[in-house]
């Protein structure tokens, strides 16, 4: 098995993702392993038509989504935002074959019960395709957090193109917010962003 290294670390043995997919899953078969794994904390399920993928995510990876998580929350309370998380709620379909359960998913302007925001933490190489996943899901904005930056994908009829800003929150500078994300303590770069958003 051929691992990418992220992020420069030397030795990422014990700091990888582990993912399972499998082929030609029937959707009752999927709803089955839904309901084995319970509600509870576990591995992440995800369902593109057929292909299963049982993720169980690594620290590094809980920590990058868990950091971004604060840093958006933190700028919805300094700048008024509505915005309601989610976290990894599942989020199915069976007339298009799809089921997903992202890093992170927000509504943004008041609850509802469809996400407009998907996170997706890309730590290691392989897996289902995440934007072909929340294309058929109807999701409006997908951020790909990988290698320190953050992509934005905006929803366009039947595909995803690539922006420069989010289209969900024009406000919201991702440099700024991405240059937080490898800082060792989640509450120091917490409170420093909450500073420059109050300058």
Do not use: N
């Not at 992440?44 to 989504?65: A, N, Q, T, V, W």
């Not at 024009?170 to 490898?182: C, H, N, Q, T």
């Amino acid at each position: 098995m051929r691992v990418e290294q992220p992020w420069g670390y030397p030795d990422i043995s014990d700091r990888i993702d582990q993912r399972v997919c499998l082929h030609d899953v029937s959707w009752e078969d999927y709803e089955a392993v839904l309901r084995m794994r319970g509600e509870g904390a576990g591995p992440r399920i995800c369902y593109l038509e057929g292909e299963l993928e049982i993720m169980s995510p690594s620290r590094d990876h809980e920590s990058i989504k868990k950091l971004l998580a604060r840093l958006l929350e933190v700028y919805a309370l300094e700048t008024g935002l509505e915005l309601d998380g989610y976290g990894s709620m599942t989020i199915r379909e069976r007339p298009k074959e799809r089921g997903a359960e992202p890093d992170e998913c927000y509504a943004i302007g008041g609850p509802k019960e469809w996400p407009d925001l998907a996170i997706e933490v890309i730590w290691t190489q392989g897996g289902i395709d995440k934007l072909e996943l929340y294309r058929g899901l109807g999701v409006r904005e997908v951020w790909i957090v990988r290698d320190g930056r953050i992509e934005v994908h905006a929803l366009r009829a039947d595909r995803y193109e690539r922006v420069a800003a989010s289209e969900l929150l024009p406000g919201l500078d991702l440099r700024v917010l991405a240059g937080f994300l490898g800082a060792e303590s989640q509450t120091q770069a917490v409170r420093a962003y909450q500073q420059v958003l109050r300058k």
